[in-house]
């Protein structure tokens, strides 16, 4: 649900927007009902005779046309697709995990889409930086708030039932080496046994 206009209204697929309107967006998903999780079938005519066929490169053929830039309507486009065909979450690991995952479609590259401002009193423009300074995910059956920053892109817990009785704060931003762990610990011998990655056996 959303709030405008002194109004609440269902969006699509759960996705939120503050800006344009929420019914222009409506409008606009309007333009991508071509959108599907399943590849295009080939493209099949007749030359000489002869029956022809055109296979897609490769899978993700469903999604061609689906927006790429970070302008405010084409990520509401692209979040509405993503949160329609990914697969539903079946306990709060697998939800957070997926919206993890849906944040690094929204996520702004530092560089990449810069806006000029002009201060009153200067003569100069200052170009600014557009880019996701941080992500946050609310947990709401636990009570808990999961988030990162740009530089240190690991993801941090903190929970309602772990605050302390006093006035503090968590800083969002670290350092770079401390989004990583090293992996010297689990490093295992390679064997015919070993699996190089563990599967969910339900998506095979």
């Known amino acids: 649900k959303q709030w405008y206009q002194r109004r609440v209204a269902i ?4 996705v ?10 409506m409008q606009n998903l309007k333009n991508y009902p071509h959108l599907a999780k399943h590849d295009h079938v080939p493209f099949e005519y007749e030359y000489r005779g002869e029956k022809q066929h055109l296979f897609p490169f490769g899978s993700g053929t469903g999604l061609l046309g689906l927006p790429g830039d970070y302008s405010s309507p084409n990520r509401f486009v692209r979040a509405v697709a993503l949160l329609k065909f990914m697969r539903k979450a079946r306990n709060t690991e697998e939800a957070v995990t997926q919206t993890l995952h849906l944040l690094n479609a929204a996520d702004i590259v530092r560089g ?20 996701t300074y941080w992500s946050v995910i609310k ?60 599967t969910d056996k339900d998506e095979l």
């Open 16 to 25: 939120m927007t503050n800006s344009p309107a929420f019914d222009w967006h």
């Open 139 to 198: 947990d709401l059956s636990r009570g808990c708030f999961y988030y990162r920053g740009y530089v240190d892109v690991s993801w941090k817990r903190l929970c309602f039932d772990e605050l302390p009785p006093y006035t503090a704060f968590a800083p969002v931003e670290g350092e770079f080496m401390g989004s990583f762990t090293s992996a010297k610990e689990v490093l295992q011998p390679l064997n015919e046994e070993t699996s190089f990655v563990k």
């Open 112 to 131: 990449v889409s810069n806006f000029n401002v002009r201060y009153p009193g200067k003569d100069d423009r200052m170009d600014h930086s557009q880019h």
């Open 11 to 14: 969006t699509a697929g759960g």
